[in-house]
């Protein structure tokens, strides 16, 4: 997949035969993502939907992602979130604290 550019590589399909296959290549994805922005701008930015995605990108606090992902460089902005209180559980800022942020040593930011 392209890391950055015009509209000509729109990316790939790929099929994972299992959620633990599909969470190790989201995050090669994501960590390659992230150390590849921050070598070329000084961090990492993106944007969380709800829902399973966060609890997929969990492997990213997992070895050997949590030596490797420079969490004080990410930027992290909401796509979707719920218009609930953020302890909420329904709160999408509350499943990524929960089970991202917090593992990830970003929480608090």
């Known amino acids: 997949m392209a890391l950055s550019g015009g509209q000509k590589n729109r990316g790939e399909l790929r ?3 299992s ?13 390659e993502l ?3 922005s921050v070598k070329e701008r000084g961090v990492f930015a993106i ?4 829902g399973s995605l966060i609890g997929l990108m969990g492997k990213l606090c997992e070895a050997p992602y949590n030596k490797t992902v420079d969490w004080s ?4 902005f909401w796509a979707d ?13 509350k499943l ?5 942020l917090s593992k990830g ?3 608090g930011t």
């Open 73 to 76: 460089k990410w930027y992290i």
């Open 81 to 93: 979130e719920r218009v609930v209180a953020k302890t909420h559980a329904d709160s999408n800022y």
């Open 96 to 100: 990524a604290k929960d089970g991202l």
């Open 34 to 36: 992230s150390e590849a």
């Open 15 to 17: 099929i994972h035969e």
């Open 47 to 50: 944007a969380l939907s709800g």
């Open 105 to 107: 040593g970003t929480e």
């Open 19 to 31: 959620l633990d296959e599909l969470r190790t290549d989201l995050a090669d994805y994501v960590a």
